[in-house]
């Protein structure tokens, strides 16, 4: 006859999983990294080689690399910084008109280091829409054939785990931050470009590129209070979108969400969102820009690494954006130049840090793991305790 266990062992046992229950499961937290853009002004540019080692120190995984040099990507061979390769805008017209010059492309920038490069995805242009001409449709229509051109181009190689996009900016893109749930992709291109684009990343598994600067929609919009903007926590700073019912505390959420109704506006809602560029300035272009300054980078920094590494996603995307890059690496100090200009780096020219930001999230992913380490122990002992029985 088996054994039957005593209330006191049952209640032991339904505490330690009850216990368990309580843990941090494993989640899927967004992968953080930096853009970065060869300084052209720069008197005494960084060398390359030593950018990994400036990614490593700062605790980051990825970096999306803006303009794209052989040397740059060969220091990153044998590392654990996976890459976005971006396309420059200037070869979006040549690659959209044959197959051949992204072949061309690739086997420069690609076929040389992959897989001992961690190349991950490859972006068509940088907010290529913005660079172009006010209504020029014909730029626009460029985008997704070099986009395709490549995608073809990496299958010819036998390359298929490098996923092909492109980034926008949200602000020349979305309608409308807030509410959220209003948010639309801006017309004629919605239905030229956007609707086949997300169709294409259905299609093969790639992520939405868009870059989110609240400092941006804060400076347009005076009634966006300063505190919502940096993800500080008051009482006050709240957005309640009255559609959805769903209560916002941060700028960079709303943000985040609109592209997602946007998306689910055009039908293809469950397309994974990278933040490919999000920051907060430094210092200001312009004397009235008393708001880009140091403090606010670093509360608008910290806020965010915060809030990415706490694995709550957002409103209506609870799993959050997938990745998301911190614009920039270094600040681009130009000693020539007679106008002050905006700084976004996390690093100074010298490589030393700007801020006292701990970018690898690593505090609470170890609080994290002790905690699953004294769960073990307890049920390993409530174990025992009903063996003994």
Known sequence: MAPSLSSSSFFTLALS???LSLLPTTTSLTNL?????????????????HIPAAV??????????LSPDPALTRAFTYTNTTLILTIPNLFVPPIAANRSNALRWLYIHVVPFYPRAKIAAISVGNDFLSASP?????????????IRNIHLALRDLGIRRISVSTSFSFVNLVTTAFPPSSAEFRPPVSETLIKPLLQFLRDTNSSFLINIFPYNVYRLNAEIPIGFALFQKHSFNFRDDLV???????????MVDAAISA???????NIPVVVAETGWPSSGGEASEVDANPAYA????????????????????????????????????????SRPKRN???????????????????LRTGEGYALVRVGLIFLVFALLHLLSF
């Open 134 to 146: 006010p209504g020029a449709l014909s730029s626009a229509s460029l985008l997704l054939p070099a």
């Open 298 to 337: 670093e509360m608008y920094l910290k806020g965010l690494v915060a809030h990415l590494r706490s694995g709550v996603g957002t409103p209506l995307r609870k799993e959050g954006v997938a990745e998301a890059y911190i614009y920039e690496l270094f600040d681009d100090e130009d000693q020539a130049m």
């Open 263 to 269: 998306m689910a506006v055009a039908g293809y809602e």
């Open 344 to 362: 976004w780096g996390i690093l100074h020219p010298n490589m030393t840090k700007k801020y006292k930001i701990d970018f690898s999230g690593s």
């Open 17 to 19: 999983f009850h216990f």
């Open 244 to 254: 959805t019912g769903v209560r916002y505390r941060n700028l960079f959420d709303m």
């Open 56 to 65: 490593s120190s700062l605790g980051l995984t990825a970096i999306r690399i």
């Open 33 to 49: 990294g930096v853009t970065y853009f060869t300084p052209v002004t720069m008197p005494k540019p960084p060398p390359q080689d």
